[in-house]
Nanobody, 115 residues
């Protein structure tokens, strides 16, 4: 079992920044890739960014150049630095960690960007 706990969401004006954190605990040895997804009201959950244990990253086109994912393996924590936020970034952001037979999710953290 793996537990994921997100923090760092909140309300910010357009153009502002937020930093999300996801702390993992449990059987983390089975986890290679960790990522952030988001789900806006009435929309499907979508991948925002992901990072492997050795630091390889992947971003959705909509956030490239604005968001940065990073990982501290010693702390078992993944971060998402979000800059130049737009109202369309408003969503619940979920931490994700796929394992061999199961995908783990955090409880989600709300990010609201006002115009």
């Amino acid at each position: 079992q793996v537990q994921l706990v997100e923090s760092g969401g909140g309300l910010v004006q357009a153009g502002g920044s937020l930093r999300l954190s996801c702390a993992a605990s449990g059987s983390i040895f089975s986890i290679n890739v960790m990522g952030w997804y988001r789900q806006a009201p009435g929309k499907q959950r979508e991948l925002v960014a992901s990072i492997t244990r050795d630091g390889s990253t992947n971003y959705a086109d909509s956030v490239k150049g604005r968001f940065t994912i990073s990982r501290d393996n010693a702390k078992n924590t993944v971060y998402l630095q979000m800059n130049s936020l737009k109202p369309e970034d408003t969503a619940v952001y979920y931490c994700n960690a796929p394992s061999v037979n199961v995908v783990y999710w955090g409880q989600g953290t709300q990010v609201t960007v006002s115009s």
